[in-house]
Structures are given as C-alpha cells and as structure tokens.
C-alpha cells in the first residue's frame, strides 16, 4: 500500500495525460491499483472523465452463446471445460445451425449490440471450422447483429476466412501476464495468444482482448497485461473477474474485493483512454452492490448468462443501466430510443 498520501498522484492529472495519449509510468499505475478506499471516488470520477470523452454515457450490450461446450484438450486452471476440471458443467460439440440463429435472435431482442460465438477447444478443426463460417453469414443476412467469434488459436489464414465471412471481431484474451502465463496454464503459451490476436489484426478483424483478474497474479502481472493489451492495440478489452468454480484448480482463489475490481477497471480506462472496455464474468459475484461504479470506466457489459454460470436478469442490467443515468447503445451505435426501455425493463430475462 501507498504508505502516504502526499505520494499519491493527482487524479485529474493522470485523466488529461491518458486523454492526451501519454501512458501512465508504472509507478503510477501501480498507484491506481495500491489507493487507498478512500480515493475511489476520485479515482472514478477521473476515470469518468475519460470514458466520457470516448463514450459518453453509452453502454453497451454484449451476449454470449457457448455454441461448443467442455472436451476441450487444454489446461486453463480457471476454466470449467478444460480437460483438468471435474466441475459439472453440460458438454456438447458444436450446436446445430438452428439453435445459433435462435440465440442471434435472442441477442436482437435483449438489444444486445454484438453477438458473442465461443466455442471450447485449443483451435477449431476444418469441419467446426466451416460450421461457424456457415452460421456467421446466415445471422449477418438475418440480423443487425455484430459478430464477435472466440474459437481459441487461429491462425492468418482462417482469420482470412472469418473476415470473408463477415465476422466484424474476434475475441483471444491474453489472459495474464506473461510472467504469470504458465501458472495458469501449461498447454500453450502466452506468444501462442499474441500471435492469435496479430492473426487477427492482420485480417482486418477488429480485435478483442482482455483477461481474468483474481488468479493469482500480483500488482506487476495486472499492469503488465494492460500494457501489453495497449502495445497490441487492441480494441475492445473484456474484462473478467474470476469466479472460482469448484472442480477447477483455482477453486479456492477468493482475492478480490468490490473496491479493488473497480481500481483495476480504472487503471485500463486510464491505461485504454478509447478502447471499448467491457466488464465480462465475476460483475455481479465480485462488484455486488457497487456494480453501477464499474459504468464510470468501463462502458460495456454483458448481458445474459456467462460460458457456464449464469449472469443476473437482463431486466436488472436495464434498469441498473437507467438508474445510474446511463443509456444504451444500439446495435449501429446510436443511443436506443428511450420508449424501447419500459418494455424491456418489464421483458422475461
Ligand atoms: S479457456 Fe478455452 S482453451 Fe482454455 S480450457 Fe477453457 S475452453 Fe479450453
């Protein structure tokens, strides 16, 4: 912890020289995630000020299908699905095209703006492969939905063929830190996730990762992976808070407060100025009460359930959205009409 307050930076100032595009020294960084609580609204408001400039008071919606689910090969400690985990969780191989369109059309009507297609393993084969080609262009004719495909490591030539197919994102988190990479996982390395995400980036894809805070990692680890997702110059950045699911070697990892998610939310907006930050898995287990804070910096959610646990109610996010004084961004980017927002708020879900 900082020992003295004289040795904290000023706020406001570390906001103007992120919106001028200066970069935090670690030593500042570092003093953003080690503030005291009773910093932290300063520490938002500043935030604030720089999502507000990039975003206004626009949130976004993100929703999820986990179109392939377990069997997957891989060692990630924090995952259900891997082949280390005896968590109970469904498994089933690539969802039949029917049951994809029907969660597009879910995403559409909860105003999600970008539909998120995950599915498990190390990397798709050929016939999965061509599987989410073949869904991806149906629900681009079917829906004003944006496309943000996670099917794990890639390489240029099918980022090539996502591109063609109209995939507009895809999602490879860093994760961690590469210092901290091979804690928390032994099957491939964390060059292995950059040279996806430069993959992707290569095509022309828009790019979108981010990592799980809470597995272990220090201080250092957690400015490390904002400053590496700042020289990849990534575009979107999820997010996650662990939830430590029983079955899965970081069971017992319990290390964040809700103050604490929301320091590390602040130093990737002050670190990201205009990346779309968006608050993924662990919103409502590790923020609870203070959820609304985490809109300050970051200016995207998810809405519906996670990979494999569940999220809270849309119709909470909605009126946790309003109630904060924020607003929704529709699928084109606009501000949703506000006479859309009582039939949601009273909508299933
Ligand atoms: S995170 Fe992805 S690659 Fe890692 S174990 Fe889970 S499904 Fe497999």
Not at 17 to 27: A, C, D, N, Q
Not at 306 to 313: D, E, F, K, R
Request: net charge negative.
């Amino acid at each position: 912890m900082t020992s003295s307050l004289l040795q904290l930076p000023d706020w406001h100032t570390l906001a103007s020289r992120s919106l001028s595009g200066e970069m935090l020294t670690r030593k500042e960084a570092r003093a953003v995630l080690d503030a005291p609580d009773d910093m932290l609204l300063e520490q938002l408001a500043a935030a604030y000020r720089v999502r507000r400039h990039y975003w206004g008071n626009r949130v976004r919606l993100h929703f999820l299908l986990n179109a392939q689910s377990g069997l997957c090969p891989e060692d990630c400690h924090y995952c259900s699905q891997s082949k280390i985990s005896t968590a109970e969780i469904e498994k089933y191989p690539l969802l039949a095209q029917d049951k994809i369109l029907s969660a597009a059309d879910r995403a559409a009507q909860l105003q999600a703006g970008t539909f998120c297609l995950v599915i498990s393993g190390r990397s798709p084969t050929e016939s999965v492969f061509s599987k989410v080609l073949e869904a991806v262009r149906e629900i681009k004719a079917n829906y004003n939905l944006k496309i943000c495909a996670c099917l794990g490591i890639l390489s240029e030539e099918q980022t090539h063929r996502l591109a063609a197919a109209g995939v507009d994102r895809v999602n490879h988190n860093l994760n961690t830190s590469e210092n901290h990479h091979s804690q928390i996982c032994t099957t491939h390395t964390f060059d292995d996730r950059v040279a996806t995400v430069k993959n992707v980036k290569a095509a022309g894809i828009t790019t979108c990762s981010g990592g799980i805070l809470g597995m272990g990692e220090s201080d250092e680890d957690v400015i490390d992976l904002a400053f590496s997702l700042r020289e990849l110059e990534v575009t979107s950045v999820p997010l996650n808070f662990l939830i430590p699911i029983p079955g899965t070697p970081l069971a017992q990892k319990q290390e964040l407060n809700p103050r604490q998610c929301l320091r590390i939310l602040c130093l990737f907006r002050l670190v990201l100025p205009s990346q779309e930050i968006r608050i993924a898995g662990g919103r409502e287990v590790h923020l609870r009460s203070l959820q609304p804070l985490g809109l300050y910096p970051a200016n995207s959610i998810f809405v519906g359930d996670y990979l494999t646990t569940p999220g809270q109610a849309a119709h909470q996010d909605w009126q946790m959205i309003r109630d904060a004084g924020f607003v929704l961004e529709a699928a084109d980017g606009s501000v949703l009409e506000e006479d859309l927002i009582p039939n949601l708020l009273h909508a299933d879900g």
